[in-house]
């Protein structure tokens, strides 16, 4: 493995002090690995799970395949700018049979509180990707559902994520995960 290319995030951080926010985030309890999921589709046993260093190669496959899908022929990044858009989030992966078929990553933040109100915990979806080969067979789904069963058992009371216009694949998804428009974000290159 390249020196180069930046450690993916510990799992099993808590409780670190995040920029700027003057108190620690409460992190919801790590549970290991989800229960297992046969998967009839893919002929094998589906695990979500924490990340781990092992699991770096694989992961900027899913983040490269992302970003192409994304922002298409517009330069290539750099391993190390794809990591660092994921750096301090909450990482699981999609595991089918000791290969990373997928991965989720969760960054959890303090809204700032306004006229004396306590800040609340929110949560936004950095990036979700499933491997080409094993999307629309449940794997994203699987994903998302773990993450918000694990947000449940903290303080968060909200999660949250960006969708680039014209993707309304992704925007179909979350609608049917439950998630609503609630801003539309708009710029204007110069």
């Known amino acids: 493995m390249p020196e180069s290319l930046v450690p993916v995030p510990d799992p099993a951080r808590y409780g670190r002090n995040d920029a700027g926010a003057g108190r620690k985030i409460s992190r919801p309890a790590r549970t290991g690995v989800s229960a297992i999921l046969n998967d009839v589709k893919t002929q094998g046993a589906l695990w979500i799970r924490d990340s781990a260093p092992r699991d770096q190669i694989a992961l900027l496959a899913l983040l490269r395949d992302l970003h192409r899908a994304e922002r298409g022929e517009r330069g290539e990044p750099s391993d190390n700018d794809l990591l660092r858009d994921i750096e301090r989030s909450e990482i699981f992966v ?55 069963d694990w947000l449940k058992t903290s303080e968060v009371v909200s999660i949250g994520l960006y969708v680039r216009a014209g993707n309304d694949g992704a925007r179909g998804f979350y609608e049917k995960m439950g998630f609503e428009v609630e801003a539309l974000a708009m710029q204007r290159l110069l």
């Open 94 to 148: 999609a595991d089918l049979d000791d290969v990373v078929i997928g991965m989720a990553a969760i960054e959890l933040f303090d809204e700032p509180a306004y006229q004396g109100a306590e800040p609340r915990q929110r949560a936004c979806v950095m990036a979700i990707a499933v491997a080409e080969a094993h999307r629309r067979q449940g794997v994203a789904t699987r994903l998302m559902q773990h993450v918000m």
